[in-house]
């Protein structure tokens, strides 16, 4: 009697097992798996538009900026409030901040609200310690204008920034080191700032 293949069975089995683990992997790569992630993303959307407005606004958090207005009749200077909505993030001091050091809107300067910080200044980090906010900045935040505008830039920094429960008070860095006096005036930057008992006028 001729010997049985016993050898090509096992190399057929081989081949069929193969052959059925590639036909698995082409069926699932045409099932809608790859599809789940683009679905998701669109029930995403249709559940944020069927969101009701007020519900959207928790996205975006109202903060205050503190500008300058001149006062003709006394040739003063003093702090005016503005409302603005910014995206909620995790860093809303420094987002704030960074508003306010790009001014005034146009419908704003119409009414009359200035800002005495220059373009070119830049608030490089911002951390909270004890109910301190240290904000560092470049030199130019000390540089350009005389001791009374120097006052509103410090106290527009000061107002804006404890508008926040977690800030007291403000301590200026330039460079990343603490300064006795602010810029060639001479004005005390030695402890940290709060805000007055009353509106400041410079």
């Known amino acids: ?7 090509c069975g096992i190399w057929l089995l081989f081949w069929i097992i193969i052959f059925l683990a590639v ?18 993303q669109i029930q995403k959307v249709k559940k944020y ?24 009749r006394t040739d003063q200077l003093e702090l005016v409030k503005v409302k603005r909505s910014i995206k909620a993030t995790g860093t809303p001091l420094q987002d704030t901040l960074n508003l306010l050091l790009d001014g005034p809107s146009s ?15 830049k608030l490089k980090s911002v951390r909270i310690s004890g109910n301190i906010a240290y904000l560092n ?20 920094l000061v ?9 007291t008070a403000i301590k200026l860095l330039i460079s990343g080191k603490e300064k006795k006096t ?12 709060s805000r007055l008992k009353t509106k400041p006028i410079f």
Request: hydrophobic fraction near 35%; charge should be neutral.
């Open 182 to 193: 602010f810029s060639s005036e001479g004005l005390s930057i030695r402890n940290p700032i």
């Open 49 to 72: 538009i069927s969101k009701a407005p007020e519900e959207r606004s928790k996205e975006l958090r109202s903060v205050e900026l503190y500008f300058i207005k001149h006062i003709e």
């Open 1 to 7: 009697m001729p010997k049985k293949r016993s050898g």
């Open 159 to 167: 107002y804006t920034a404890t508008q926040f429960p977690e800030v």
């Open 107 to 121: 419908d704003e300067e119409k009414r009359g609200v200035i800002s005495v910080f220059w373009g070119n200044t």
């Open 23 to 40: 036909l698995l992997i082409l069926l699932q790569d045409r099932s809608p798996f790859k599809e789940t992630g683009i679905k998701e």
């Open 137 to 156: 900045f470049n030199p130019e935040i000390e540089t350009g204008v005389g001791i009374s505008m120097l006052q509103a830039r410090l106290y527009q």
